[in-house]
């Protein structure tokens, strides 16, 4: 069975541009979810993804917006990258909505 | 709301000590609870969880019991090895449309052998 993925494993990025981050969730999982952990501090819930639709968001702005494919893989967009958006991005799949959530092993992203 | 408070780090052991990482949670409902270690410049991995009051999870000698009555889900290991050097998170599961973890600050712990 394989785990969580995620991709790239590092990204670099100058503010203003935009980004796009990739996950493929464990087989059999239909719910990702979309963490953000700065340095230092616990991970953040962005948003969530059950059968293709978002059905929950944190406190994160709309430049933040993310897409649920029919596989179940998901994908994370930043628009107008800030410098306080530097941080490990982690995805979590779960095999249904409100089962324990598994992580991928991030995508560092750094903005310059 | 919902929040997780953990044990301010760093801790620092040695070989084969006794390990303790506070975790105590404000929460309405009665949530799942969890406990997840990051190893360094890796993800979260799923260490141990209970669902419910009186739960014991437990996992490669880890341990932690869902204590209503003190919101609290301490995390406890007898003897820890050097490759348990790692950051601990406290986490609770927050049902309100999305289903999301609410995750501590997070506790660095180092073993020296």
């Known amino acids: 069975e394989t785990g969580v993925t995620q991709s790239p494993t590092h990204l670099i990025k100058t503010r203003g541009q935009q980004v796009t981050l990739r996950c493929s969730s464990q087989?059999?999982?239909?719910?990702v979810s979309w963490y953000q952990q700065a340095l230092g501090q616990g991970p953040q819930f962005i948003f969530q993804?059950?059968?293709?639709?978002?059905?929950g968001r944190g406190n994160f702005p709309p430049r933040f917006s993310g897409l649920q494919f029919p596989n179940y893989s998901s994908e994370l967009n930043v628009n107008a990258l800030e410098l306080d958006d530097s941080a490990l991005y982690l995805c979590?799949?779960?095999?249904?909505?409100?089962?324990?959530?598994?992580f991928g092993p991030g995508t560092r992203l750094l903005v310059l | 709301g919902n929040s997780v408070t953990q044990m301010e780090g760093p801790v620092t052991l040695s070989e084969e000590a006794f390990l303790t990482i506070n975790c105590t949670y404000t929460?309405?409902?009665?949530?799942?609870l969890f406990w997840y270690v990051q190893y360094p410049g890796e993800g979260l991995q799923l260490l141990l969880k209970?669902?419910?009051?009186?739960d014991k999870g437990s996992n490669k000698g880890f341990e932690a019991t869902y204590r209503k009555e003190t919101t609290s889900f301490h995390l406890e290991k007898g003897s820890v090895q050097v490759s348990d050097s790692a950051v601990y998170f406290c986490?609770?599961?927050?049902?309100?449309?999305?289903?999301?973890?609410?995750f501590g600050q997070g506790t660095r712990l180092t073993i020296n052998p």
């Open positions: 979590a799949s779960s095999s249904y909505f409100g089962e324990t959530q598994y």
């Open positions: 209970a669902t419910k009051a009186d």
């Open positions: 986490a609770l599961n927050v049902i309100q449309g999305a289903q999301k973890l609410v």
């Open positions: 993804y059950y059968r293709e639709e978002e059905n």
């Open positions: 929460a309405t409902g009665y949530p799942s």
């Open positions: 087989s059999g999982h239909n719910t």
